[in-house]
């Protein structure tokens, strides 16, 4: 099943027109086509999509939208989409002709209030700016991360901490965007829970906990992913329903990235990349790419007969993705996008296992074509490493010629944090073992700064600046 974007109408309404209209749709919504789950993603600098979900199909999926609470147009689709053992329907909308960093007002088809939004910055735009990355992040409470864990778990949240999902909101203001690099709700982990006491067991619930993860989670980032773009990548534990440990439990619609694919609306189709796996955008002085280490290179870890058993993909032919990052990072204007940073979700410096396949299919070209920066997850904790050269350190201060690369997988879910076993590979700068995300500052084409935020109470615990010897011309 492959879900695409397709083409928009926008249709241009007198303002009070478009205020009629508003009310007409508010009075005439029922619980069935009700907005919810709201969610944004950049759709190059002068367009943004819309997503949201509802218990049923939508002939004609729109929003309103306008640089007023006025509203002054409307943007239409026919993706209203669902799959087996899915309760809801993904709704995909796409405006375009907006202007770039821009402050827009929109509205859903039934939502109950306006949002809004701002695009992204256009290419070469100089100012400084901030993005959220956060890996490896489930839902929060009675079906995820909560101050109780089941048996073989650890971990819990320590009573009166924030979560991640909680700290990312009350700083939403400070960034621009949010980057998930992999593992998004931790749906697969019910049978696990049910297992160890956390959650009533029923194995034949026919993916009823599965789907109720999923939403639960989606409702949860929404006070987030409604007011900034929500970017993300794919993880193994979006590939099936038990991470591979009971295929006999899945059910079609829970497996082979399903529901990743359903549910969001990555800007591939402007980038030349495939769906949701592979894409990238740019954003003021960054270019910013995400690579699959799940499927589609050789040895894929999800791949049938790969370590991670997961019975996913291909989704492309054999060297396509491969051949598209070449082709997109050869393809960087590196006087407008100075920044080159990439994100793939398993990490190959870390000081525990580490996916070798991962780093034989993406290291190299990683490495010929000067990306600045690599972020990864996978891992439950944070691990700031330093520029690599095939296992060769660099000082970050130093005007490093290899990528800078950073692990953070301490968002949050069911099992809590690992503490790595190994000892810290020589690579190694920092090591956290605390719930938190990723605060990153792009200061100009030189300086790039990270912080580590510690979710439960938002103090910072690591920060380091990257500097490149090169020279600003920016517009």
Not at 121 to 132: V, Y
Not at 429 to 436: A, E, N, Q
């Amino acid at each position: 099943m492959k879900f695409t974007s397709q083409a928009v109408t926008v249709l241009a309404l007198a303002t009070t027109a478009s205020c009629a209209a508003n009310v007409q749709r508010r009075d005439s919504c029922t619980a069935d086509v009700e907005a919810t789950q709201v969610r944004l993603a950049y759709h190059g600098d002068r367009g943004m999509s819309v997503s949201w979900n509802t218990n049923s199909k939508l002939d004609k999926p729109s929003v309103a939208f306008g640089k007023t609470m006025q509203l002054g147009g409307i943007v239409t689709s026919d993706q209203s989409t669902t799959y087996p053992t899915s309760s809801t329907y993904n709704n995909h909308v796409i405006i375009t002709g907006l202007q770039p960093n821009t402050r827009y007002h929109y509205q859903p088809y039934c939502s109950d209030r306006i949002y809004s939004f701002t695009t992204a910055r256009t290419a070469g735009d100089g100012s400084d700016f901030k993005f959220a990355m956060v890996g490896d992040m489930g839902t929060m409470g009675p079906d995820g991360l909560s101050t109780t864990v089941g048996k073989g778990a650890a971990n819990p949240l320590k009573p009166g901490d924030n979560t991640s999902i909680d700290s990312l909101h009350a700083l939403k203001e400070s960034f621009d965007f949010v980057w998930h690099v992999g593992d998004i709700a931790y749906a697969d982990a019910w049978l696990k829970e049910e297992k160890g006491g956390y959650l009533p067991e029923n194995l034949n619930d026919k993916g009823a906990e599965y789907d109720k993860i999923l939403n639960d989670f989606y409702n949860e980032i929404e006070e987030i992913s409604r007011d900034v773009p929500y970017m993300v990548g794919p993880g193994n534990h979006e590939a099936n329903c038990d991470n591979g440990a009971n295929f006999s439990l899945c059910l079609p619609g829970q497996m082979n990235f399903t529901g990743y694919r359903a549910h969001w609306n990555m800007p591939s189709d402007i980038s030349g990349g495939l769906e949701n796996f592979w894409y990238s955008f740019d954003h003021g002085m960054a270019h910013f790419v995400v690579f699959n280490t799940e499927t589609d290179f050789p040895n894929a870890p999800d791949e049938p007969g790969g370590e991670g058993v997961e019975d996913a993909g291909p989704f492309a032919p054999t060297g396509t993705q491969l051949a598209w990052l070449k082709n997109d990072l050869a393809s960087v204007d590196r006087k407008k996008t100075p920044w080159v940073i990439a994100a793939g979700h398993r990490p190959w410096y870390v000081s525990t296992t580490e996916c070798k396949e991962c780093q034989a299919a993406f290291e190299p070209i990683l490495l010929e074509y000067g990306v600045d920066l690599v972020l990864q997850g996978h891992k439950h904790f944070y691990e700031r490493e330093s520029a690599i050269n095939n296992f060769v350190a660099q000082e970050i201060t130093n005007n490093p010629s290899a990528p800078w690369y950073i692990v953070n997988g301490a968002a949050g879910h069911y099992d809590g944090l690992d503490t790595p076993t190994y000892p810290l590979v020589p690579t190694s700068r920092k090591l956290l073992t605390v719930y938190g995300w990723s605060l990153f500052t792009v200061h100009n084409c030189t300086h790039l700064t990270t912080e580590f935020i510690a979710s439960g109470n938002g103090s910072i615990l690591d920060t380091a600046t990257l500097y490149k010897d090169r020279t600003c011309d920016f517009n």
